[in-house]
Protein backbone atom coordinates (compact mmCIF):
# COMPACT_ATOMS: atom_id res chain seq x y z
CA UNK A 1 0.00 0.00 0.00
CA UNK A 2 1.43 3.53 -0.78
CA UNK A 3 2.15 5.94 2.09
CA UNK A 4 -0.19 9.10 2.48
CA UNK A 5 2.52 11.11 2.11
CA UNK A 6 3.34 9.65 -1.43
CA UNK A 7 0.07 9.94 -2.02
CA UNK A 8 -0.44 13.45 -1.21
CA UNK A 9 3.05 13.98 -3.62
CA UNK A 10 1.52 12.49 -6.32
CA UNK A 11 -1.61 15.05 -6.25
CA UNK A 12 0.69 18.17 -5.89
CA UNK A 13 3.53 17.62 -7.84
CA UNK A 14 1.67 18.21 -11.45
CA UNK A 15 0.35 21.74 -9.87
CA UNK A 16 3.92 22.80 -8.21
CA UNK A 17 5.27 22.00 -11.91
CA UNK A 18 3.35 25.12 -13.61
CA UNK A 19 5.86 27.56 -11.00
CA UNK A 20 8.43 26.93 -13.00
CA UNK A 21 6.61 27.26 -16.34
CA UNK A 22 5.32 30.46 -14.74
CA UNK A 23 8.94 31.74 -14.47
CA UNK A 24 9.72 30.97 -17.67
CA UNK A 25 7.33 32.44 -19.04
CA UNK A 26 7.43 35.74 -17.13
CA UNK A 27 11.61 35.37 -18.21
CA UNK A 28 10.64 35.84 -21.79
CA UNK A 29 7.68 37.93 -21.72
CA UNK A 30 8.82 40.08 -19.18
CA UNK A 31 11.79 40.01 -18.24
CA UNK A 32 11.85 43.55 -15.70
CA UNK A 33 9.08 41.87 -13.23
CA UNK A 34 10.92 38.30 -13.46
CA UNK A 35 12.52 38.59 -9.71
CA UNK A 36 9.36 40.09 -8.16
CA UNK A 37 7.06 37.40 -9.91
CA UNK A 38 9.35 34.61 -9.17
CA UNK A 39 9.46 36.01 -5.40
CA UNK A 40 5.22 35.61 -5.31
CA UNK A 41 5.29 32.24 -7.13
CA UNK A 42 7.39 30.79 -4.80
CA UNK A 43 5.49 32.25 -1.63
CA UNK A 44 2.02 31.24 -3.41
CA UNK A 45 3.64 27.64 -4.00
CA UNK A 46 4.42 27.53 -0.65
CA UNK A 47 0.99 28.85 0.79
CA UNK A 48 -0.83 26.65 -1.64
CA UNK A 49 1.28 23.02 -0.32
CA UNK A 50 0.96 24.36 3.83
CA UNK A 51 -2.97 25.16 3.03
CA UNK A 52 -3.57 21.84 0.63
CA UNK A 53 -1.34 19.30 3.08
CA UNK A 54 -3.87 20.68 6.06
CA UNK A 55 -7.07 20.10 4.26
CA UNK A 56 -5.88 17.14 2.10
CA UNK A 57 -3.78 15.24 4.44
CA UNK A 58 -5.85 14.01 6.53
CA UNK A 59 -8.11 11.92 4.33
CA UNK A 60 -5.15 10.16 3.05
CA UNK A 61 -4.36 9.03 5.86
CA UNK A 62 -7.65 6.81 6.34
CA UNK A 63 -6.84 3.41 5.49
CA UNK A 64 -10.35 2.65 3.91
CA UNK A 65 -12.93 4.57 2.24
CA UNK A 66 -16.07 3.02 4.38
CA UNK A 67 -18.14 5.97 2.88
CA UNK A 68 -18.50 4.13 -0.17
CA UNK A 69 -19.91 0.63 0.68
CA UNK A 70 -21.38 -1.42 -2.87
CA UNK A 71 -21.44 -4.79 -1.21
CA UNK A 72 -24.56 -6.15 -2.37
CA UNK A 73 -24.85 -4.29 -5.36
CA UNK A 74 -25.77 -5.48 -8.65
CA UNK A 75 -23.16 -5.40 -11.46
CA UNK A 76 -22.78 -6.93 -15.39
CA UNK A 77 -19.18 -8.23 -16.24
CA UNK A 78 -18.23 -6.21 -19.06
CA UNK A 79 -14.63 -8.00 -19.46
CA UNK A 80 -14.04 -11.74 -18.37
CA UNK A 81 -13.70 -12.18 -14.53
CA UNK A 82 -10.84 -14.66 -12.88
CA UNK A 83 -9.31 -14.83 -10.28
CA UNK A 84 -6.58 -12.61 -11.30
CA UNK A 85 -8.41 -9.95 -13.50
CA UNK A 86 -11.74 -8.92 -15.01
CA UNK A 87 -14.02 -5.60 -15.05
CA UNK A 88 -17.55 -5.38 -14.17
CA UNK A 89 -19.78 -1.87 -14.50
CA UNK A 90 -22.12 -1.33 -11.83
CA UNK A 91 -24.12 1.76 -12.33
CA UNK A 92 -22.12 4.03 -13.89
CA UNK A 93 -18.35 3.03 -12.59
CA UNK A 94 -16.35 0.29 -13.77
CA UNK A 95 -14.23 -1.62 -11.01
CA UNK A 96 -11.59 -4.00 -11.23
CA UNK A 97 -13.18 -7.26 -10.13
CA UNK A 98 -12.29 -10.96 -9.61
CA UNK A 99 -13.67 -14.10 -8.11
CA UNK A 100 -13.11 -16.85 -5.85
CA UNK A 101 -12.79 -19.66 -8.73
CA UNK A 102 -13.46 -20.27 -12.36
CA UNK A 103 -14.49 -17.28 -14.89
CA UNK A 104 -17.66 -15.08 -15.00
CA UNK A 105 -18.50 -14.42 -18.54
CA UNK A 106 -19.17 -11.13 -20.54
CA UNK A 107 -22.89 -10.18 -19.87
CA UNK A 108 -23.18 -11.85 -16.73
CA UNK A 109 -24.77 -10.47 -14.01
CA UNK A 110 -22.77 -10.27 -10.80
CA UNK A 111 -23.35 -9.23 -7.11
CA UNK A 112 -20.58 -7.42 -5.30
CA UNK A 113 -19.74 -9.78 -2.49
CA UNK A 114 -17.13 -6.97 -0.96
CA UNK A 115 -14.27 -4.59 -1.74
CA UNK A 116 -10.56 -4.22 -1.31
CA UNK A 117 -9.64 -0.59 -2.02
CA UNK A 118 -10.91 -0.41 -5.30
CA UNK A 119 -11.09 -3.98 -6.48
CA UNK A 120 -14.00 -5.81 -5.93
CA UNK A 121 -14.98 -9.48 -5.18
CA UNK A 122 -18.12 -10.74 -7.35
CA UNK A 123 -20.59 -13.81 -7.82
CA UNK A 124 -22.63 -14.30 -10.46
CA UNK A 125 -26.40 -12.95 -9.41
CA UNK A 126 -28.27 -15.76 -7.71
CA UNK A 127 -25.30 -17.78 -6.05
CA UNK A 128 -24.12 -15.25 -3.39
CA UNK A 129 -25.59 -17.20 -0.65
CA UNK A 130 -23.91 -20.40 -1.88
Same mark, same amino acid.
Given at each position: ?? +??? $????? /?? /?DELFLVPVAMALAYFFVPDWFIPLTVLLIIGA? $???????????PSLLESSYSFYEIEGLRGKVI !? !???? +???? /????? !? /????RCDAGSIGVGTE???? +??????????????END
Open positions: MV +SPR $VKFLA /IT /IV $VFVVAKYYLVY !E !EVTV +SSGK /IKVGA !E /IWDAVTVV +SRDLMRVKVTPFGL
